[in-house]
């Protein structure tokens, strides 16, 4: 009987590397059915189903089928069934379990309530604003459960944690996405934390402490714990080191300053100030080291037997626990470190019961309990990176492991990875074995680097379209340093508890290790290579990247090992390759057409921006949006992000509508982020100071200015964009902003398509505009001013007589924009709405005689 080529691959793959998949972890298949049960329920990860997991899917069932041929095909299969249906099931068990009375059933959002409740977590205080954590009593004095974020943007005497309050003038809101793709999910990211709803308060005054209730011992006990080491850390550790080392060792890092944190960020050593698995296993390995020795000379004494036996291995992995779980306790009940927690604690039970040749079942064993605990944690970005790293440690080290094992690879002299894995020598002089101990430090930190760096570089693209060109490197010298500073100032600061003295014998030689912290960062981040942005790849593109990682690792284990590479295998390491350097170099290969325009507006709240794709490739930016006080920058944090996800690396035209903060603020990040080509102006009549500003810092990045002249058309491509208002000899009214009155109204042809951009014109200039309704016509109109009732007057409605109106508005926004009014006047005229804050953003892709219009509101 004939066999295809795949399975003929597949069994010799078999025969060739059984330590590899013959004895694949037996988690494995169970956790992957679960996962993509859970992946399948959350919109954000299904884009990357079938691209990313389908092949894998495909290869292990064949791989399922060789191994166990007719044997039990039908009970695994059933199971795996049901593991899948469940993952598709987990996430909404807690909502089907909410109480009648919890605030998520009796919220009504945007308007002024009372609410009073605990706070069962210390204030998170920021240099513009506090956080507050409230366990909800009541809701205009109704009983109600459930949890908050209170945010007060004024100074005023901060409560603590365990005060009973009550907040007379909040304003509820549930917590909401910008419904961009390519957007993070925030809606997601607070309820990962327990938070159902968010309230804003501006006026101190209405805030009162009505009681004081006591915390449970379990939260009290570490709460206090913690501020005792804070509080020792602070006395050993002054000025920016004692930030520093707060954020490293505590995981505290509201007080690190805006420059270091961006510094850490550039240069790829962010993870070292998130407390995560890198963290616990810090203090997991340095417990073992200092423990082993005392250990075995213990049980040598007491029982000489069981030393020889081995069994200081496995108290040694008991003990650890003990430091973990106290590490656990001192940085508190966040999820990363729990998830670190369980990962870590997983593999030294692995160790305890003789399964050290299990430990990857063991870490997968810990993800899988990890998910059926908080499904949602897919999509968190410390446990993508957190289970990507440490996963591709272990198979990475594993497989040096069996390479090595292999009595043919141990002839001759030793090659780097034998140095890494193999024991001293017999009789080894102190100084050879020093400078043994310090090439396997050296070899190991780089081998980790260099894997980390592999299977989370797709994580970083993804999640934050960023990533370091010198952090692979730095990461060999700082991660061993940090590995030493942790557990070291931990030790001290437990001391300091009970002896300043004894502790400050230690800062002397730790001084210098946290200044060499704060000072490498600084010095890399300087330069502007320290860092790039990267578009979003097609999601196909992980296939072929993790493609190149496997068959990279099996040809390397072939070629050490002196055995033959397959053909196959040579030619699908060059096919990924090849493709995958494709894909990353030209994400936007496989979108629209090239006849295709697309015509994206944003949902930036209350604010304005749009991106229009022309079929030439070229893009161009319409205002950037912006928050009152930039309290969010809209730019590098919505726009930014939803440009990354359409793979567009440059900017070829930026314009400005006027200059009001709602429009332009975002555009400053969006300078500093995107090359800018060129940048259209109406001349200085119509700059104010802010726009001045933001022209100046184009025109720094090298942009160059395009002058609109009214009704002269400017072509790119096939399209015309053609400038209608404000005419020449008109001027603003401040120096400061430019009026609103004075905003570009900007028309759009292509073909037989038309669109007409009007920034926040009033009445007054539409009255102008509709006298000439050959030049406003079109088929889609950006409603004026967000829906302002004092714009979109039905006589410009009438000329422009458009067969749907867009709105670009916030979600409740203060100026109840678009206006019941505003919405009447359309439906009158019979025009289709559409609005950002309910549909999240609207695109409009057109060949020029028909379009399509696509909305987000499920995101």
Not at 31 to 44: E, R
Not at 315 to 325: E, G, K, Q, S
Not at 749 to 767: A, P, Q
Request: net charge positive.
């Amino acid at each position: 009987m004939k066999t295809s080529a795949g399975t003929n691959f597949i069994t010799r793959v078999l025969e060739e590397r059984p330590t590899l998949l013959e004895r694949p972890p037996p988690i494995l298949p169970f956790l992957l059915a679960y996962l993509s049960g859970v992946c399948v329920f959350f919109p954000a990860t299904r884009q990357f189903i079938i691209p990313g997991s389908l092949p894998l899917c495909l290869f292990l069932f064949a791989l399922f089928l060789v191994r166990h041929k007719a044997r039990k095909i039908y009970r695994e299969s059933i199971t795996i069934l049901l593991l899948a249906g469940f993952g598709y099931l987990a996430p909404t068990l807690p909502e089907s379990t909410r109480p009648s009375n919890h605030i998520l059933n009796h919220i009504q959002e945007g308007k002024t309530t009372s609410v009073e409740g605990k706070i069962y977590s210390s204030p998170r205080v920021l240099a513009d604003r506090t956080y507050y954590l409230l366990e909800l009593e009541s809701l205009n004095t109704r009983p109600t459960t459930g949890t908050m974020r209170v945010s007060v943007y004024k100074p005023h005497a901060v409560f603590k944690s365990g005060d009973q309050v009550r907040f007379n003038k909040v304003r509820l809101k549930i917590p909401r996405n910008f419904k961009n793709p390519g957007r993070f999910d925030y809606h997601r990211y607070l309820k990962s934390r327990s938070i159902d709803v968010t309230g804003n308060i501006s006026r101190p005054e209405t805030m009162e402490r009505t009681g004081r209730f006591d915390l449970p011992f379990w939260h009290a006990g570490p709460q206090q714990l913690r501020n005792h080491l804070v509080t020792s850390l602070e006395k050993l550790f002054s000025g920016e080191e004692g930030v520093l080392l707060k954020a490293m060792v505590l995981g505290m890092k509201d007080s690190l300053s805006t420059k270091v944190r961006e510094n850490y960020i550039a240069t790829g050593l962010a993870h070292l100030m998130a407390v995560s698995g890198l963290h616990i296993g810090f203090v997991a390995a340095t417990s073992y080291f200092i423990l082993w020795p005392l250990v075995f000379y213990g049980l040598f004494l007491l029982n000489p037997d069981s030393a020889r036996a081995g069994h200081t291995r496995k108290v040694t992995a008991v003990l650890c626990l003990i430091p973990v779980l106290f590490y656990m306790v001192v940085v508190g009940a966040k999820v990363s470190s729990l998830r670190a927690g369980i990962m870590v604690s997983a593999l030294l039970i692995a160790i305890l019961f003789d399964r050290q040749s299990s430990l990857f079942n063991a870490f997968l064993t810990a993800g899988f309990i990890i998910l059926l605990w908080k499904p949602e944690s897919v999509l968190d970005v410390g446990f993508q990176l957190s289970f990507m790293a440490v996963g591709g440690i272990l198979l990475v080290f594993t497989l040096l492991s069996q390479i090595n094992d292999d009595p043919v690879a141990r002839m001759g002299e030793p090659t780097w990875s034998q140095k890494l894995t193999r024991g001293y020598p017999p009789n080894t002089f102190f100084l050879e074995k020093l400078k043994l101990r310090f090439e396997k430090i050296l070899i190991g930190g780089t081998v980790a680097s260099v894997t980390v760096t592999a299977v989370t570089l797709p994580v970083l693209i993804y999640q934050f379209n960023r990533i370091s060109l010198v952090g692979i490197f730095l990461n060999v010298i700082m991660v061993p340093l940090a590995s030493l500073l942790i557990p070291a100032v931990l030790l001290m600061i437990i001391v300091g508890t009970v002896s300043y003295t004894l502790a400050s014998l230690l800062v002397l030689p730790a001084l210098p290790i946290t200044q060499f912290f704060l000072w490498v960062p600084e010095v890399f981040a300087r330069s502007s290579f320290s860092s790039v942005y990267i578009p979003t790849p097609p999601s196909l593109w992980l296939v072929f990247y993790f493609s190149v990682f496997v068959t990279g690792l099996l040809i390397f284990r072939n070629q050490t090992l002196n055995q033959e590479v397959n053909g196959l295998l040579k030619k699908s390491f060059i096919v990924s390759v090849v493709c995958a350097l494709v894909l990353f170099s030209w994400p936007r290969a496989f979108q629209f057409p090239s006849d295709k325009l697309a015509i994206s507006v944003l949902d930036v709240g209350q604010g304005e921006s749009l991106l229009i794709e022309f079929p030439n490739g070229e893009t161009l930016i319409m205002d950037g949006g912006g928050f009152y006080k930039n309290r969010l920058d809209v730019g590098g944090r919505i726009v930014a992000p939803f440009l990354w996800n359409r793979g567009i690396r440059k900017i070829d035209y930026m314009v400005a509508t006027h200059s009001d903060n709602d429009h332009i603020r975002g555009l400053y990040s969006l300078l500093d982020l995107f090359p800018v080509k060129h940048f259209l102006t109406l001349g200085d009549s119509f700059v104010g100071q802010r726009l001045r500003n933001l022209q100046n810092q184009a025109r720094e990045r090298g942009a160059k200015f395009l002058r609109l002249k009214m009704n002269k058309p400017i072509h790119v491509g096939e399209v015309q964009l053609i400038p209608l208002h404000p005419e020449p000899g008109q001027s603003s009214s401040s120096d400061r902003r430019v009026d609103n009155d004075l905003s570009l109204v900007l028309r759009l042809e292509y073909r037989d398509f038309s669109m007409l951009f009007t920034g926040d014109i009033s009445d007054k200039v539409e009255e102008k505009l509709a006298k000439n309704p050959q030049q406003v016509e079109a088929d889609i109109l950006k409603a004026p001013h967000h829906g302002s009732r004092f714009s979109n007057s039905p006589t410009f409605i009438k000329a422009v007589s458009p067969d749907t109106v867009i709105f670009s508005s916030g979600y409740l926004n203060r100026m109840h924009h678009p206006h019941p009014e505003t919405l009447e006047r359309y439906q009158d005229a019979g025009v289709d709405i559409l609005r950002t804050d309910a549909h999240g953003a609207v695109q409009i892709i057109t060949d020029g005689n028909d379009y399509e219009i696509r909305t987000h509101e499920t995101l």
